[in-house]
Nanobody
Framework: QAPLVESGGGLVQAGGSLRLSCSAS????????VAWFRQAPGKEREFVAR????????YYSDSVEGRFTISRDNAKNSVYLQMSSLTAEDTAIYYC??????????????????WGQGTQVTVSS
């Protein structure tokens, strides 16, 4: 397994920035593709961003494209989500997810095998 732990959430004003981190244990973290999802109250969990194993490819939802940046440091077993120009619509619990086998497009929660417990991001308007 690849236990995941998110950190970096908090309260920020609209227009501000936050950097989320996802840390994993185990020496094979580089074998996992990693994504960020988020879930707002009363809404379904939605895809935010994905990074391939070797960080050769990054993918974003339309709602965060140009504002969020996903990156990874396999030497540190970590993936990051740099978020800027935040709006109230970005308020949600943010989850880190990982998968070893590449099945599906990687934009559905069911495409991933391992999840963190989430970190709350609240943007005040």
């Amino acid at each position: 397994q690849a236990p995941l732990v998110e950190s970096g959430g908090g309260l920020v004003q609209a227009g501000g920035s936050l950097r989320l981190s996802c840390s994993a244990s185990g020496s094979t973290f580089s074998n996992y593709e990693v994504a960020w999802f988020r879930q707002a109250p009363g809404k379904e969990r939605e895809f935010v961003a994905r990074v391939t194993r070797g960080a050769t490819g990054t993918y974003y939802s339309d709602s965060v494209e140009g504002r969020f940046t996903i990156s990874r440091d396999n030497a540190k077993n970590s993936v990051y989500l740099q978020m800027s120009s935040l709006t109230a619509e970005d308020t949600a619990i943010y989850y880190c997810a990982a998968r070893r086998l590449i099945n599906g497009r990687g934009i559905s929660p069911g495409d991933y095998d391992y999840w963190g417990q989430g970190t709350q991001v609240t943007v005040s308007s």
